[in-house]
């Protein structure tokens, strides 16, 4: 009896192993509306000039040379806009009008937190696998350029990196 009782249990293990590798979801791509252009970002921040030539790395030491940025869908559905959001060095907090078909989003002159403190120009593009994580594998890149209208230097601020893997960058 006790073998048969093993034998049932191994079964309905090996059984449940099996289907909890199931890979197959009815998420779609990316499991929200904006697919691939959402997500959590480590990037590094840049101040160009008018002519975009960086004039340099991590501007007033704000933050070590990385910050993290979040890109995310609107809780209406929409599938033509997304959050942006940099908690870390402007604090910005707005949404911007996308292009799903070539990964790009651009906005004009908009309020950039609810207190509407500024207003922001920003034009950046989602690269799919254009980017390599700390191990050297592909994962998706954003890059992003950005001026302010309450930034008295005048500059264009560069932010790029990769998409959060999880790991420490």
Request: glycine share 10%; charged share 20%.
């Amino acid at each position: 009896m006790k073998k048969y009782i093993l034998m049932i249990a191994s079964l309905f293990a090996l059984g449940m192993a099996a289907v909890s590798c199931d890979t197959m979801t009815n998420e779609p791509e990316g499991g929200n509306e904006i697919g691939p252009m959402a997500g959590n970002w480590v990037v590094t921040l840049q101040a160009l000039d008018e002519n975009g030539s960086e004039v340099y790395d991590d501007p007033y030491g704000a933050t070590g040379a990385m910050i993290e940025i979040n890109t995310f869908a609107n809780t209406n559905g929409d599938t033509d806009k997304m959050w942006f959001s940099d908690q870390g060095f402007w604090g910005l907090m707005f949404q911007v009008p996308i292009n799903k078909s070539d990964y790009t989003f651009e906005a004009k002159n908009v309020p950039y937190d609810q207190a509407e403190t500024g207003h922001v120009t920003i034009k950046g593009k989602v690269l799919p696998k254009a980017g390599k994580n700390i191990h050297g594998m592909p994962v998706d890149s954003i890059c992003v350029e950005a001026s302010f209208d309450d930034d008295d230097s005048g500059l264009i601020w560069r932010y790029s990196g990769v998409r959060y893997q999880g790991f420490t960058e």
